[in-house]
């Protein structure tokens, strides 16, 4: 039998991208930093997101049935510190400047790339909720705005993952 603890020492060495899932609708507008979200197929678009059932969220994303999921760049580690936090729900907004897309989920204006969503499937496993999700809308950033570093969670801390500048080849 493996220990959580040392599933979760384990799963600490696993380097994952930081994000920010949010959702609106009648059951208001929250948010929650999450690094429990892959890919799962191209046709049709479809993200896998994890949540915590204990999440105080958690009900409301589903009865939302929508999410947007924002990838973070480097320079949101502290948004990302708000949204995993006790912080309200609108002080937690009050961290960025958001806009939305196709389902009104809120979007970070300057996330890395936002994926826009349905929630089509909930599957429950274990402690967490899996949110099966097909993707509507994308944004990506126009290039000028193209960050060059992206934040990663890494043996339980953050990191940047990119260059800083142009690597010249000689």
Not at 22 to 50: I, Q, W
Not at 68 to 76: D, E, F, R, T
Not at 133 to 152: N, Y
């Amino acid at each position: 039998m493996i220990e959580a603890t040392d599933f979760r020492d384990a799963m600490s060495l696993l380097s994952t991208a930081v994000n920010v899932v949010t959702t609106t609708g009648d059951s208001g507008m929250h948010g929650f930093t999450a690094s429990a979200v892959c890919s799962v197929t191209d046709m049709p678009p479809t993200l896998l997101v994890c949540m915590n059932q204990a999440s105080r969220s958690h009900s409301h994303f589903v009865n939302n049935k929508i999410l947007s999921v924002n990838v973070l760049g480097a320079q949101h580690e502290s948004l990302s510190n708000a949204f995993a936090s006790r912080l309200t729900q609108a002080e937690r907004f009050e961290q960025g400047q958001w806009t939305e897309l196709a389902t009104g989920a809120p979007v970070l204006q300057d996330a890395l790339v936002s994926f826009d969503c349905e929630i089509e499937q909930i599957q429950q496993v274990g402690t967490h909720s899996v949110f099966m999700c097909r993707v509507v809308d994308i944004q990506l950033p126009k290039a000028e705005d193209t960050a060059e570093q992206s934040l990663v969670y890494f043996n339980r801390s953050y990191h940047r993952l990119g260059q800083l500048g142009q690597l010249a080849l000689s």
